[in-house]
Nanobody
Framework: VQLQASGGGLVQAGGSLRLSCAASRQTFSTFYMGWFRQAPGKEREFVAVISRSGTATYYDESVKGRFTISRDNAKNTVYLQMNSLKPEDTAVYYC?????????????????WGQGTQVTVSS
């Protein structure tokens, strides 16, 4: 599956951004989808995951209550609404497909990552 992320940009602290990730495959609805992020000098970290139907979501504690993941299976697209952004949210954000859980969330295949979109939050 090919994933195309968009929606990143520069925003002031307290602002909002909405990321989108469009998937190429019709089997999109069979995948758990998620978002990860990687700040400069740090490892890539989990942000949020959403179930196939969209009825279940799970967030990292650092974004809970501020970020909302959602999906539109008719459009093969997953979203990440980010509110109350903080400078520490600055990172490259990646979407990923077919997430599995084995102590932590990860995509089932190494090529199920999107290309990343930069989010910069100024103080």
């Amino acid at each position: 599956v090919q994933l195309q992320a968009s929606g990143g940009g520069l925003v002031q602290a307290g602002g909002s951004l909405r990321l989108s990730c469009a998937a190429s495959r019709q089997t999109f609805s069979t995948f758990y989808m998620g978002w990860f992020r990687q700040a400069p000098g740090k490892e890539r970290e989990f942000v949020a995951v959403i179930s196939r139907s969209g009825t279940a979501t799970y967030y990292d504690e650092s974004v809970k209550g501020r970020f909302t993941i959602s999906r539109d299976n008719a459009k093969n697209t997953v979203y990440l609404q980010m509110n109350s952004l903080k400078p520490e949210d600055t990172a490259v954000y990646y979407c990923a497909a077919d997430l599995r859980y084995g102590g932590k969330w990860y995509p089932a295949r190494s090529d199920y990552w999107g290309q990343g979109t930069q989010v910069t939050v100024s103080s």
